[in-house]
């Protein structure tokens, strides 16, 4: 049976959360930088939005270099933030989760989703789900992202890169070989320099050239097993399974009314962030071993303070832990007021749903 794979990727990732959070820089040339603390310009870039792109200012590149590019230029540096990242992260996933059969997540920002079996098994409809997705992620955190549809993991993958940023791309089975016929091997997911370099000295520059490639020969210089591989990838073929993910922790955020460190406020906020996320632990029947507070301050920094408990799935027994991790965290910082407040369930344990009385009766 023909499987549909979805692949998500958000555009800019770290780039577009900054624009988002601060009105001021949006539409600007912004680079995310992971400095390295030698000297004040030492690192490199994490990435950067398509205009700071447009520049020539790249992922992986020096940010030493990169201030010699944005010279006499209007471009934003900012360090990277990744509390706030993985929080944005989360609730991506979660989204993403209720559209598919199976979500695999592959790094911070892009999953795979195993769409197969949703309601009208086809590309069309594939599509639309594809399109609800993009909306529900513009909706709901104001970012956009690419979409690649295919027969498997491969072929969403190499799609959703094939149009970006804000791209949806449709790779059916029937069109795979067209789609990879072309191609420079270097361009095939999985492919890295070193392989390019190998297949280039043999003669091969395309995909084809390597799906038609002697295999006797590709064996005799990349073994067995890779000049299999090789070759599968050539033509878009790859079966594995879009692997269900164990979810790892369930969290809420909230603005609050006005920036403020008035614990009776905030904690307000808290019980009714968890109110939702003692829906969620429900829905998933699973225990956590750990509760968090996330807090956002007038300047957009987030703070996390954990407990660790004994294995429950109630959160009500354990807010007042959360408020002692509130009161701690004002102690520690005095005349820090807050923005945004969170809380988070972590260390999840699967747990064997135990039949209620109601459950006999109906
Ligand atoms: P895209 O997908 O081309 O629109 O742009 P990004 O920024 O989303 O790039 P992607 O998907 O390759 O990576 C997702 C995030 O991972 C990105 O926002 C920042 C981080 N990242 C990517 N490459 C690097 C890197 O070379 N170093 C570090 N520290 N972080 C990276
Ligand atoms: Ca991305
Ligand atoms: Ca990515």
Same mark, same amino acid.
């Given at each position: 049976?023909?499987?549909?794979?979805?692949?998500?990727?958000?555009?800019?990732?770290?780039?577009?959360?900054?624009?988002? #959070? &601060?009105?001021?820089?949006?539409?600007?040339?912004?680079?995310?930088?992971?400095?390295?603390?030698?000297?004040?310009?030492?690192?490199?870039?994490?990435?950067?939005?398509?205009?700071?792109?447009?520049?020539?200012?790249?992922?992986? =590149?020096?940010?030493?270099?990169?201030?010699?590019?944005?010279?006499? !230029?209007?471009?934003?540096?900012?360090?990277?933030?990744?509390?706030?990242?993985?929080?944005?992260?989360?609730?991506?996933?979660?989204? +993403?989760?209720?559209?598919?059969?199976?979500?695999?997540?592959?790094?911070?920002?892009?999953?795979?989703?195993?769409? /197969? &079996? #949703?309601?009208?098994?086809?590309?069309?409809?594939?599509?639309?789900?594809?399109? !609800?997705?993009?909306?529900? =992620?513009?909706?709901? %955190?104001?970012?956009?992202?690419?979409?690649?549809?295919?027969?498997?993991?491969?072929?969403?993958?190499?799609?959703?890169?094939?149009?970006?940023? &804000?791209?949806?791309?449709?790779?059916?089975?029937?069109?795979?070989?067209?789609?990879?016929? !072309?191609?420079?091997?270097?361009?095939?997911?999985?492919?890295?320099? #070193?392989?390019?370099?190998? +297949?280039?000295?043999?003669?091969?520059?395309?995909?084809?050239?390597?799906?038609?490639?002697?295999?006797?020969?590709?064996?005799?210089?990349?073994?067995?097993?890779?000049?299999? =591989?090789?070759?599968?990838?050539?033509?878009?073929?790859? %079966? *594995?399974?879009?692997?269900?993910?164990?979810?790892?922790? =369930?969290?809420?955020?909230?603005?609050?009314?006005?920036? /403020?460190?008035?614990?009776?406020?905030?904690?307000?906020?808290?019980?009714? +962030?968890?109110?939702?996320?003692?829906?969620?632990?429900?829905?998933?029947?699973?225990?956590?071993?750990?509760? *968090?507070?996330?807090?956002?301050?007038?300047?957009?920094?987030?703070?996390?303070?954990?407990? /660790?408990?004994?294995? /429950?799935?109630?959160?009500?027994? &354990?807010?007042?832990?959360? #408020?002692?991790? +509130?009161?701690?965290?004002?102690?520690?910082?005095?005349?820090?007021?807050?923005?945004?407040?969170?809380?988070?369930? *972590?260390?999840?344990?699967? !747990?064997?749903?135990?039949?209620?009385?109601?459950?006999?009766?109906?």
């Amino acid at each position: 049976m023909t499987r549909i794979v979805l692949h998500v990727d958000l555009d800019s990732f770290y780039a577009s959360l900054e624009e988002i #959070r &601060n009105i001021e820089i949006k539409g600007k040339p912004v680079v995310i930088c992971v400095y390295s603390g030698r000297s004040p310009d030492s690192g490199a870039v994490s990435t950067s939005n398509y205009k700071a792109r447009e520049l020539g200012i790249k992922a992986g =590149i020096p940010i030493s270099f990169a201030k010699r590019i944005a010279k006499d !230029k209007e471009v934003v540096f900012l360090p990277v933030d990744m509390e706030h990242y993985r929080l944005a992260s989360d609730r991506i996933m979660e989204l +993403l989760e209720e559209e598919a059969d199976a979500i695999e997540q592959v790094s911070i920002d892009e999953a795979y989703l195993d769409v /197969t &079996n #949703r309601p009208f098994e086809n590309w069309i409809e594939a599509q639309k789900i594809a399109e !609800k997705i993009k909306e529900k =992620i513009k909706h709901h %955190e104001g970012l956009t992202c690419s979409v690649g549809i295919g027969p498997n993991k491969l072929v969403a993958k190499m799609a959703s890169g094939h149009k970006k940023p &804000n791209g949806l791309t449709v790779i059916t089975d029937a069109e795979v070989i067209g789609f990879f016929d !072309k191609l420079p091997v270097s361009k095939i997911h999985g492919i890295g320099d #070193r392989t390019t370099k190998s +297949l280039n000295d043999l003669g091969i520059q395309t995909a084809s050239d390597l799906a038609n490639y002697n295999i006797d020969a590709l064996e005799r210089i990349f073994g067995k097993n890779k000049a299999k =591989i090789l070759q599968e990838k050539a033509k878009g073929i790859d %079966e *594995s399974p879009v692997e269900q993910d164990e979810i790892q922790q =369930i969290s809420r955020i909230g603005t609050l009314s006005e920036d /403020t460190d008035n614990i009776e406020i905030i904690f307000e906020k808290i019980k009714e +962030l968890s109110f939702d996320i003692q829906k969620k632990i429900k829905k998933k029947v699973v225990d956590f071993r750990t509760i *968090s507070i996330i807090a956002i301050d007038t300047e957009l920094k987030t703070h996390s303070r954990s407990e /660790t408990l004994q294995q /429950t799935d109630l959160i009500d027994e &354990n807010l007042i832990k959360v #408020r002692n991790l +509130l009161q701690k965290f004002f102690e520690e910082n005095p005349g820090k007021k807050l923005r945004r407040i969170g809380i988070k369930v *972590s260390n999840l344990l699967e !747990k064997k749903k135990q039949k209620t009385l109601g459950d006999f009766y109906s």
